[in-house]
């Protein structure tokens, strides 16, 4: 890959011990591959330099740390080792020119990820992210991995100002998609305009001949046309006139299909996922791989068997034999709307079992209403939710769902409620933030049943 001499004078550090050449990066003491260099991160709960010995033992050709470790192996001293793995990461994306996709949003960037790399992957081999590695560390693990790529495509999240202009600098996008901004990280943010003004961090980083992929039917699509300044822009929308745009939208309860438009041309996509939401995001993806050389033709083949990523509407059974929709990777208000459409459209009875949504800022409770309002609304039967950490804001859902909203203190008694209703003719949604760790629930609901493509709305 390159030598440590080289790699010191990127991330502006001193090589302590002999120069070595290495062959890929790591973070994960207990991960490295023979002749890798290992970097201490401190952390919260561990320091990296804690396991410098370990990383000798896995193979590790050198380390950087911000404290000399007395091993028997080079180092690269630097004053910050987050900041040194994304100035090293910064300086080996310069020696690849081709098209590099930078992808950001509210809600639905690691989707659109998946749909770009599945539509550039069907005549083209691009560089994705493993998981959801959108931030600090994720971005340049990803960027390391590039080699004989004729794309890179990179996820990039938030939650302050500035996160996404850092990433933006190291990743070095030529097109730069903003998927939407909505009430999410208002906590870091504010209000929903910071929100957009943070997601906008990507456009700055764009050179002039780069090209703006944007949401004709988001709030701040004049906001950001304007950021954009003269760079191209490629818009995509269904309300609003855009280049990229979907009509006789057939909405199912585990699919979709509808006509693309694209300039000219058009196209029939089916797709096998379900939400109005997911029509957006393919709009989205088909309007940056296009930009970035795919056919049409790639944009459809290439959907044809996507999977849902797991914990975002998956869909499954439960042990009792209910169609069991795993919506738990993650929450916001916006993304609550999108989940609560889905189920709406499954037949039989329909249950919502919902946890926190977090850094929602001054009007969270507010905004837990709203969403149990919307529940309401559209036809959903029972609204549960978990509130095991005493979160006042949670009452919102027990009051916006006409004071019915049934709150539990425990996985397990929530389980208990579930378990009094026949699931033979039931949807059960589970959703909400990482935090309140809703994958227990799904858990308890599935227990020992592995089935997951025979379940269906």
Same mark, same amino acid.
């Given at each position: 890959?390159?030598?440590?001499?080289?790699?010191?004078?990127?991330?502006?550090?001193?090589?302590?011990?002999?120069?070595?050449?290495?062959?890929? #990066?790591?973070?994960?003491?207990?991960?490295?591959?023979?002749?890798?260099?290992?970097?201490?991160?401190?952390?919260?709960?561990?320091?990296?330099?804690?396991? #410098?010995?370990?990383?000798?033992?896995?193979?590790?050709?050198?380390?950087?740390?911000? &404290?000399?470790?007395?091993?028997?192996?080079?180092?690269?001293?630097?004053?910050?080792?987050?900041?040194?793995?994304?100035?090293?990461?910064?300086?080996?994306?310069?020696?690849?020119?081709?098209?590099?996709?930078?992808?950001? /949003?509210?809600? /639905?960037?690691?989707?659109?990820?998946?749909?770009?790399?599945?539509?550039?992957?069907?005549?083209?081999?691009?560089?994705?992210?493993?998981?959801?590695?959108?931030?600090?560390?994720?971005?340049?693990?990803?960027?390391? &991995?590039?080699?004989?790529?004729?794309?890179?495509?990179?996820?990039?999240?938030? !939650?302050?100002?500035?996160?996404?202009?850092?990433?933006?600098?190291?990743?070095?996008?030529?097109?730069?998609?903003? !998927? !939407?901004?909505?009430?999410?990280?208002?906590? /870091?943010?504010?209000?929903?305009?910071?929100?957009?003004?943070?997601?906008?961090?990507?456009?700055?980083?764009?050179?002039?001949?780069?090209? #703006?992929?944007?949401?004709?039917?988001?709030? $701040? $699509?004049?906001?950001?046309?304007?950021?954009?300044?003269?760079?191209?822009?490629?818009? $995509?929308?269904?309300?609003?006139?855009?280049?990229?745009?979907?009509?006789?939208?057939?909405?199912?309860?585990?699919?979709?299909?509808?006509?693309?438009?694209?300039?000219?041309?058009?196209?029939?996509?089916?797709?096998?996922?379900?939400?109005?939401?997911?029509? @957006?995001?393919?709009?989205?993806?088909?309007?940056?791989?296009?930009?970035?050389?795919?056919?049409?033709?790639?944009?459809?083949?290439?959907?044809?068997?996507?999977?849902?990523?797991?914990?975002?509407?998956?869909?499954?059974?439960?042990?009792?034999?209910?169609?069991?929709?795993?919506?738990?990777? !993650?929450?916001?208000?916006?993304?609550?709307?999108?989940?609560?459409? #889905?189920?709406?459209?499954?037949?039989?009875?329909?249950?919502?079992?919902?946890?926190? @949504?977090?850094?929602?800022?001054?009007?969270?409770? =507010?905004?837990?209403?709203?969403?149990?309002?919307?529940?309401? &609304?559209?036809?959903?039967?029972?609204?549960?939710?978990?509130?095991?950490?005493?979160?006042?804001?949670?009452?919102?859902?027990?009051?916006?769902?006409?004071?019915? /909203?049934?709150?539990?203190?425990?996985?397990?008694?929530?389980?208990?409620?579930?378990?009094?209703?026949?699931?033979?003719?039931?949807?059960?949604?589970? =959703?909400?933030? &990482?935090?309140?760790?809703?994958?227990?629930?799904?858990?308890?609901?599935?227990?020992?049943?592995?089935?997951?493509?025979?379940?269906?709305?």
């Amino acid at each position: 890959m390159m030598l440590a001499s080289e790699a010191a004078k990127a991330m502006r550090g001193t090589l302590i011990g002999l120069d070595r050449r290495f062959n890929g #990066v790591s973070i994960d003491s207990r991960a490295i591959s023979k002749d890798d260099v290992f970097f201490a991160i401190p952390g919260d709960k561990y320091d990296g330099h804690n396991f #410098v010995d370990r990383a000798l033992a896995g193979g590790a050709a050198l380390t950087v740390v911000e &404290k000399v470790a007395d091993v028997a192996i080079s180092q690269i001293k630097v004053s910050d080792s987050t900041i040194a793995l994304g100035n090293l990461a910064k300086h080996w994306r310069t020696k690849f020119s081709i098209p590099v996709i930078g992808i950001t /949003g509210s809600n /639905g960037k690691t989707t659109v990820t998946a749909m770009v790399r599945h539509i550039i992957g069907q005549s083209h081999l691009p560089l994705f992210p493993e998981q959801s590695y959108n931030n600090q560390w994720g971005v340049p693990l990803t960027l390391f &991995k590039l080699k004989e790529h004729s794309h890179a495509v990179i996820e990039m999240g938030m !939650n302050r100002p500035g996160e996404i202009n850092y990433l933006s600098q190291i990743a070095e996008p030529t097109i730069a998609l903003i !998927n !939407n901004a909505s009430a999410a990280h208002l906590e /870091g943010l504010g209000d929903v305009e910071q929100v957009a003004m943070a997601k906008g961090e990507i456009i700055d980083a764009l050179s002039m001949d780069g090209v #703006v992929i944007l949401n004709a039917d988001d709030l $701040f $699509f004049n906001f950001w046309s304007r950021q954009a300044d003269s760079r191209k822009i490629v818009s $995509f929308g269904i309300e609003n006139k855009a280049d990229f745009s979907a009509k006789n939208i057939q909405l199912q309860p585990a699919s979709c299909s509808f006509e693309l438009h694209a300039y000219d041309e058009s196209i029939l996509i089916d797709l096998p996922l379900p939400g109005y939401h997911n029509v @957006m995001n393919v709009l989205a993806a088909a309007a940056a791989s296009h930009v970035a050389g795919v056919s049409l033709r790639d944009v459809r083949d290439g959907l044809l068997h996507i999977e849902a990523v797991s914990g975002r509407l998956t869909l499954m059974k439960s042990e009792a034999g209910a169609n069991l929709i795993d919506d738990s990777f !993650n929450a916001n208000p916006s993304s609550m709307f999108a989940a609560i459409d #889905v189920l709406s459209q499954c037949k039989g009875k329909k249950i919502l079992v919902l946890g926190a @949504m977090a850094e929602l800022g001054d009007d969270s409770e =507010k905004l837990h209403q709203e969403t149990a309002v919307a529940a309401a &609304k559209a036809g959903i039967d029972r609204l549960l939710y978990l509130n095991d950490s005493d979160n006042a804001d949670l009452k919102g859902y027990q009051r916006g769902f006409a004071n019915n /909203g049934e709150e539990f203190k425990t996985v397990e008694a929530l389980i208990a409620a579930l378990s009094d209703d026949d699931h033979s003719n039931t949807a059960i949604l589970v =959703k909400g933030s &990482k935090s309140s760790r809703m994958g227990r629930v799904i858990s308890q609901l599935r227990k020992g049943n592995a089935e997951r493509e025979s379940a269906s709305c």
